[in-house]
Antibody
Framework: QAQLQESGPGLVTPSQTLSLTCSLSGASISSGSFYWNWIRQSAGKGLEWIGRIHTTGNTNYNPSLKSRATVSIDTSKNHFSLRLTSVTATDTAVYYC?????????WGQGTLVTVSS | DIQMTQSPSSLSASVGDRVTITCRASQNINIYLNWYQQKPGKAPKLLIYTSSSLQSGVPSRFSGRGSGTDFTLSISSLQPEDFATYFCQQSFSTPDTFGGGTKVDIK
């Protein structure tokens, strides 16, 4: 059974870059034809899809993030990552990684990231 | 972006009740509508995909229907473990968008 686990700093300074990693266990990230996603949840905006990557490297992003987000994948380490630049307090949220294209059938447990000085 | 509107935003119900939650899309999304259940401190869990397909392992008391702009999630006989928040999500067009959620609590 595939399991996802987010990791990264819980506190990021305003204007800096948020970096998170999602590690997959119980399966190979390069097997099958899956997309790997980042989704966040905040009290203010609810659930917000950030972006996704396929094992081929194809990516899609939410235009609302104005090109601040980058999703990458490292098949040798069986993980994928999120970088979000120029963060502000409105980027404070629980960040989830999830598998899927048309629906999300596996989710990580989520990690809280707070943007504050 | 496609806006997803859920109603009601919250409801109170008793064990054994039939519960129906509605999700409306701001434009036609065919059947590209999914439902999730979320409990406090946990990630969302997929219940229904493409409007009416039951995810493996999800009890049959959960059902979904609809197409176009109007969709419903029904729970035929509410169980204690069903008290949670439910979200819809459209995958018809990027960016994927979610409804604001419906919290189901105990009457």
């Amino acid at each position: 059974q595939a399991q996802l686990q987010e990791s990264g700093p819980g506190l990021v300074t305003p204007s800096q870059t948020l970096s998170l990693t999602c590690s997959l266990s119980g399966a190979s990230i390069s097997s099958g034809s899956f997309y790997w996603n980042w989704i966040r949840q905040s009290a203010g905006k609810g659930l917000e899809w950030i972006g996704r990557i396929h094992t081929t490297g194809n990516t899609n992003y939410n235009p609302s993030l104005k090109s601040r987000a980058t999703v990458s994948i490292d098949t040798s380490k069986n993980h994928f990552s999120l970088r979000l630049t120029s963060v502000t307090a409105t980027d404070t949220a629980v960040y989830y990684c999830a598998r899927g294209l048309e629906w999300f059938d596996h989710w990580g447990q989520g990690t809280l990231v707070t943007v504050s000085s | 972006d496609i806006q997803m509107t859920q109603s009601p935003s919250s409801l109170s119900a008793s064990v054994g009740d039939r519960v129906t939650i509605t999700c409306r899309a701001s434009q036609n999304i065919n059947i590209y509508l999914n439902w999730y259940q979320q409990k406090p401190g946990k990630a969302p869990k997929l219940l229904i995909y493409t409007s009416s397909s039951l995810q493996s392992g999800v009890p049959s008391r959960f059902s979904g229907r609809g197409s176009g702009t109007d969709f419903t999630l029904s729970i035929s006989s509410l169980q204690p473990e069903d008290f949670a928040t439910y979200f819809c999500q459209q995958s018809f067009s990027t960016p994927d968008t979610f409804g604001g959620g419906t919290k189901v609590d105990i009457k």
